[in-house]
Nanobody, 124 residues
Framework: QVQLVESGGGLVQAGGSLRLSCAASGRTFSNNIMGWFRQAPGKEREFVATIRWIDTYTDYSDSVKGRFTISRDNANNTVYLQMNSLKPEDTALYYC?????????????????WGQGTQVTVAS
């Protein structure tokens, strides 16, 4: 079955950078959209970025556009989220997710596979 395992979270000062990784296994993902979502304490889970595996076309939320970059490594079946110029408001539990099909969506309900999450804390 599909497994998504996140890593790379941690504590960083404002203005710093982190790179999250999502190791995907269980099948090939050429017909999938891969995404990152986040959930801050007391808030709903929200869309961050997605990438279409087959052509690496991407979509970003306005709050991270220009600071975060989503990418994928086909050989290692891994999706990355490079986060630069981090702000305290980026503090959250970050989840990797996968959606069957090639159509983009920002809805949580559109993604059927989820990892356990990795914590990112940005200190001011």
């Amino acid at each position: 079955q599909v497994q998504l395992v996140e890593s790379g979270g941690g504590l960083v000062q404002a203005g710093g950078s982190l790179r999250l990784s999502c190791a995907a296994s269980g099948r090939t993902f050429s017909n999938n959209i891969m995404g990152w979502f986040r959930q801050a304490p007391g808030k709903e889970r929200e869309f961050v970025a997605t990438i279409r595996w087959i052509d690496t076309y991407t979509d970003y939320s306005d709050s991270v556009k220009g600071r975060f970059t989503i990418s994928r490594d086909n050989a290692n079946n891994t999706v990355y989220l490079q986060m630069n110029s981090l702000k305290p408001e980026d503090t959250a539990l970050y989840y990797c997710a996968a959606r069957d099909g090639l159509g983009f969506s920002r809805r949580i309900s559109a993604f059927g596979y989820w990892g356990q999450g990795t914590q990112v804390t940005v200190a001011s």
